[in-house]
């Protein structure tokens, strides 16, 4: 961010995005330095926080009974998994390095899964 100066994120990603970016400035790829490293700390960020494969388990967990979540619940925590898989992709594409498929499940799937955590809901109440 050396090249912000002393403007805000805000005011840095408007003069970039509305008055033009260094073109001079670039990695190879189109995208300014600058805005390269802000992407790939993003990632970091996102990779370092284990986001990911915590809300994955959290997902699991709610699916095998282990972890008492109603229906919407355990529906909401796959979205939240496929969501972050789909902005890790989005960051790998938008920094050139091409991005692994989403394991995105299908509404089969998810439906299928959602009628599993309720049925068992339904059977742990009786």
């Known amino acids: 961010m050396a090249r912000a100066g002393s403007k805000t994120v805000s005011a840095y990603v408007k003069h970039v995005l509305f008055e033009g970016a260094d073109a001079s400035a670039t990695a190879g790829t189109g995208l ?3 805005d390269r490293k802000m ?3 993003l ?5 370092a926080s284990r986001l990911a494969p915590n809300l ?3 997902a699991g967990e709610a699916e095998s009974g282990n972890l008492l979540a109603d229906g919407e619940t355990t529906y909401r925590l796959r979205q939240a998994c496929d969501d972050v ?4 992709n989005e960051l790998m594409l938008g920094l050139g390095t091409g991005a692994v498929a989403p394991k995105h499940r299908s509404e089969e799937e998810i439906l299928s899964g959602l009628f599993n955590s309720l049925n068992s809901t ?3 109440e009786r």
């Open 56 to 58: 994955d388990r959290l």
């Open 122 to 124: 339904w059977v742990q």
């Open 85 to 88: 898989r789909e902005m890790r």
């Open 39 to 41: 992407l790939s700390h």
């Open 43 to 47: 990632l970091a960020t996102l990779g």
């Open 32 to 34: 300014a330095i600058a």
